[in-house]
């Protein structure tokens, strides 16, 4: 039975893997975002009192 034969799948494996490892990184660590994220300031803004006449 072939397939109980681990000597060619193995290194097919190991091959893709080699591959895979090679190909997709730099191209996932290429993407970058439309819109790049802004530092908000620590102040917290000064929020005014609401004057509503309470009838």
């Known amino acids: 039975m072939p397939q109980l ?6 290194a097919i494996l190991t ?6 490892l ?5 191209k996932v660590m290429a993407h ?3 819109n790049e994220p ?3 300031s ?3 803004p000064k929020t005014e ?6 009838h």
């Not at 034969?5 to 193995?10: E, L, Y």
């Not at 091959?15 to 895979?20: D, K, N, P, R």
């Open 38 to 40: 802004t530092s908000q």
């Open 22 to 26: 090679t190909i997709i990184p730099p």
């Open 32 to 34: 970058t975002f439309p």
């Open 5 to 10: 034969n681990p000597a060619p799948w193995f």
């Open 49 to 54: 009192s609401w004057n509503w006449p309470w």
């Open 42 to 44: 620590t102040e917290k």
């Open 15 to 20: 091959f893709s893997w080699l591959v895979l």
